[in-house]
């Protein structure tokens, strides 16, 4: 009995000991398995920071080349060069990077429905409304949507809290599932459009492309001698039933290949056939570009980076304004 006992203590204190294996190998696999994942994130983590740095990069020396640019012809920006969304290659040490230069100010202005650089008093922009207006019916948005669209963007950024006729103001976003408020100064993104009442999300993905955000209240800067012809809307919005999109699109493609070399010898062909511009439109139309958009990707060891920049080139040296990116694996 005695041996029999003995017996049974030496398989349970066994049996004891391989638990205690199995629990230890259980524990040496998490700790192995979480070391790995330590491991892969620090260096995702490297190479993140590693790609960034190399968009940063990019994104400085395409500052340098639009300074370029600019100074070489202070009174006139055009297409020359093919600088104009050209893919640019950049040397990178393990990596490589891609930068795309365009026109930044070849787009409607959001903030330019109101009027005031300071923020404590922006005033609505009758002008600035009805451009707006007038670019979302060329792109086939209907006219009582364009209409709200546009008078509830101007309410969202003046700061007064009376609404416009088809506009809102606060008492409309309360009553929303989620209630908000209007944020009463300059959009710092476009993307902040989609907050605004009455662009859906359906408008939203429409105008978009055609839209930005500067850090001003001037009309739209568009310039004549980079606007595309598949730009046209934005030409045409400025003379709202005064010029097809059809017609924009045609004045474009008869651009000089130099360029224009003044705001009369650009408008004197609508002239001719009896189509004048408002003072404020006529001054809106511009031979140069003041704002320069930077479209940089950088791909290191499998991890992406994609950013872009705003550059202000009005003075010298040009500057850079405004950066946002985002990254994967």
Not at 15 to 28: C, D, E, G, N, R
Not at 100 to 125: H, P, W
Not at 245 to 259: F, I, S, Y
Request: include cysteine; charge should be neutral; glycine fraction near 10%.
């Amino acid at each position: 009995m005695a041996d029999r006992g003995k017996a049974g203590e030496r398989g349970a204190a066994l049996l004891t000991v391989l638990l205690l294996v199995a629990v230890m190998a259980v524990v040496a696999s998490t700790a192995l398995e979480r070391l790995a994942l330590a491991t892969r994130m620090t260096g995702n983590g490297g190479a993140i920071d590693q790609a960034r740095a190399f968009a940063d990069a990019g994104t400085e020396i395409a500052r340098l080349r639009i300074g370029d640019l600019v100074a070489a012809n202070p009174g006139k920006t055009t297409l020359a060069g093919n600088w104009m969304g050209t893919p640019q290659a950049i040397p990178m040490p393990g990596g490589t990077a891609i930068a795309r230069v365009t026109d930044g100010g070849n787009c409607f202005n959001l903030n330019s429905v109101v009027a005031g650089e300071n923020e404590a008093n922006l005033k609505v922009r009758p002008v600035g409304v009805s451009q707006f207006q007038a670019l979302l019916q060329a792109l086939g948005i209907d006219a009582r949507q364009a209409q709200v669209a546009a008078a509830s963007l101007a309410d969202w950024i003046d700061t007064d809290s009376v609404p416009q006729p088809g506009g809102a103001e606060d008492e409309t976003y309360a009553r929303a599932p989620r209630p908000y408020r209007t944020s009463n100064r300059f959009m710092v993104d476009a993307s902040e459009l989609r907050a605004v009442n009455g662009v859906t999300p359906a408008i939203y993905d429409v105008v978009r492309p055609w839209v930005c955000a500067l850090p001003t209240a001037d009309l739209s800067p568009i310039n004549i001698n980079t606007l595309l012809p598949d730009q046209a809307p934005l030409f045409a919005m400025m003379l709202q039933g005064q010029l097809s999109v059809a017609q924009a699109r045609q004045l474009l493609a008869q651009r000089p290949a130099e360029g224009y070399g003044s705001t009369v010898q650009f408008w004197a062909p609508l002239a001719s056939q009896g189509i004048s511009p408002l003072e404020e439109v006529g001054q809106q139309v511009k031979l140069t570009t003041g704002f320069f958009r930077v479209d940089v990707s950088v791909n290191v060891g499998g991890t992406e980076v994609v950013e872009w920049a705003l550059i202000d080139a009005r003075q010298s040296p040009a500057k850079l304004i405004r950066r946002s990116g985002s990254s994967g694996a």
